[in-house]
T-cell receptor, first 117, second 119 residues
Framework: DAGVTQSPTHLIKTRGQQVTLRCSPK?????VSWYQQALGQGPQFIFQ???????QRGNFPDRFSGHQFPNYSSELNVNALLLGDSALYLC????????????????FGAGTRLSVL | AQKVTQAQTEISVVEKEDVTLDCVYE???????LFWYKQPPSGELVFLIR??????QNEISGRYSWNFQKSTSSFNFTITASQVVDSAVYFC????????????????FGPGTRLSVLP
């Protein structure tokens, strides 16, 4: 049973560039959430995708955008990179098709470490 | 607004000692979930335990146990007979329950506690 996979594992960009990070959810999951984790801090919620739509968003600027594909995989795009965007970006998947609260466990990938120079 | 506080930044124990990680949360929701995740150096957050707001029964699962007290908004996590492999950063997280007007879920994480278990 494949877990959550993210690519690439590491990425180096310069200020002003754009970046795309990718995530494949755990088998059977249909919901993908993205988090930003700065060094020494807890993960911060960016947004969540379900049925190819963004259904909840954290306190992040519009430079952060995403997409979910019909196969439930997802991309996180960040435009006009800033030095402060350097962080570990984590993807989490869950099953969000109903109100069964027992299914709200989020399973995380190993993340993509983004360095902005 | 939801908030999770982990006052212990770093803890060091010697192998086989018991260790308790503290977590205090804030929420105005009546239905919510609390989680503990472990993050080893590899970076992947590993799910450990979950408790819902209606169940204050404390349980033991192997070497892990937790103490959930709604009266003090605390959800503490204990590792019994710690091992070197338990060394990691531990995060407490809070999630509101989804409802018909908002299926979205936002996990709010604490800042983490770095546990070092020395041989």
């Amino acid at each position: 049973d494949a877990g959550v996979t993210q690519s690439p594992t590491h990425l180096i960009k310069t200020r002003g560039q754009q970046v795309t990070l990718r995530c494949s959810p755990k088998s059977g999951h249909d919901t993908v959430s993205w988090y930003q984790q700065a060094l020494g801090q807890g993960p911060q919620f960016i947004f969540q995708y379900y049925e190819e739509e963004e259904r909840q968003r954290g306190n992040f600027p519009d430079r952060f955008s995403g997409h979910q594909f019909p196969n439930y995989s997802s991309e996180l795009n960040v435009n006009a990179l800033l030095l402060g965007d350097s962080a570990l970006y984590l993807c989490a998947s869950s099953l969000g098709t109903d109100l069964d609260l027992a299914k709200n466990i989020q399973y995380f990938g190993a993340g993509t470490r983004l360095s902005v120079l | 607004a939801q908030k999770v506080t982990q006052a212990q930044t770093e803890i060091s124990v010697v192998e086989k000692e018991d260790v308790t990680l503290d977590c205090v949360y804030e929420t105005r929701d009546t239905t919510y979930y609390l989680f503990w995740y472990k993050q080893p150096p590899s970076g992947e957050l590993v799910f450990l335990i979950r408790r819902n707001s209606f169940d204050e029964q404390n349980e033991i699962s192997g070497r892990y146990s937790w103490n959930f007290q709604k009266s003090t908004s605390s959800f503490n996590f204990t590792i019994t007979a710690s091992q070197v492999v338990d060394s990691a950063v531990y995060f407490c997280a809070l999630s509101e329950a989804p409802h018909r007007d908002n299926y979205g879920q936002n996990f709010v994480f604490g800042p983490g506690t770095r546990l070092s278990v020395l041989p």
